[in-house]
């Protein structure tokens, strides 16, 4: 029987599906279809114009999306995200197409065709991801609404840069609906898993009272430490650091 009640609470953890939710995101409205979704470590840095860049900063968690709209192997437009949990406003895109591309490739020297350039995109941030001693991102963030990623690799006397994306600032509207979106998904999902919350509570209730008020003194002295530490740092954002670090145009 107590077999059976510990399996059952598994499959109740193991039974969340947000598919439903995610897919309510507007930026797959289009049709685009998302190909990569990671959380990656970034330098930020900010360059006035006319300036030379900051030094680079230390690492922060940017999420970064790729977007393709139409078939893989004949894509209409391939779409890179980045945004962040720590500012909502932090929201850039990089758009390829048939009619840019020939630029992009110009100026990038890249030896390939439309049709793979997704696949390079996804291979360049997987490189920082699985060897972040020997490649890194460098997300530059310009004061006229502009950005761009560099991924570098560090040589033993010199960073070459490997690849180069430009980006810009989404609009104002885009970014209204997508912090919407995630506002709203974000209480869809804490509903569905304090509800899920809920049945586990009932099923240790009834199955062995004394678990339950077991596991209602631990999780007070857990949420206590917790909080604590908490007060002890809050991650600033990449648009409070712009703010600490660009003079006033005042």
């Known amino acids: 029987m107590c077999i059976r009640g510990s399996s059952q609470t598994q499959n109740i953890l193991n039974s969340f599906d947000f ?19 990671r959380e990656l470590q970034f330098h930020i840095r900010f360059q006035e114009k006319g300036l030379e860049a900051q030094e ?28 962040s949990e720590n500012d909502l406003f932090f929201y850039y895109q990089h758009i ?20 793979e350039y997704a696949v390079v995109i996804i291979k360049s941030l997987n490189k ?13 963030i310009f004061t006229d609404g502009l950005g761009r990623l560099e991924i570098v690799q560090t040589m033993e006397y010199k960073d070459i ?18 912090i919407t979106f995630r506002y709203g998904a974000l209480k869809s999902k804490l509903a569905l898993m304090e509800g ?3 049945d586990i509570h009932e099923l240790v209730r009834l199955k062995n009272p ?18 604590s530490s908490c007060l002890l740092y809050t991650s600033p954002s990449p648009r409070d650091r712009q703010k ?5 145009s005042a």
């Not at 598919?19 to 990569?36: Q, R, V, Y």
């Not at 840069?161 to 997508?178: H, K």
């Open 19 to 37: 598919s439903a939710i995610d897919e309510m995101d507007p930026t797959l409205h289009d049709g685009n279809k998302l190909i990569f979704d």
């Open 56 to 83: 680079l900063s230390s690492l922060e968690p940017i999420r970064v999306r790729v977007l393709l709209l139409g078939d893989e192997t004949n894509p209409q437009q391939i779409k890179l995200e980045l945004s």
């Open 96 to 115: 390829a197409n048939d009619s840019n591309f020939k630029e992009i490739k110009k100026n990038q020297q890249l030896h390939i065709d439309f049709s």
């Open 128 to 140: 920082c991801e699985k060897e972040p001693n020997q490649f890194c991102a460098i997300f530059t």
């Open 161 to 178: 840069e490997l690849i180069a994306f430009d980006f810009a600032a989404n609009p104002e509207e885009a970014i209204r609906q997508q």
């Open 196 to 198: 899920r919350l809920q």
């Open 210 to 227: 004394s678990l339950l008020l077991q596991m209602q003194k631990v999780p007070q002295a857990s949420r206590m430490s917790y909080n």
């Open 244 to 248: 600490s670090r660009m003079p006033s």
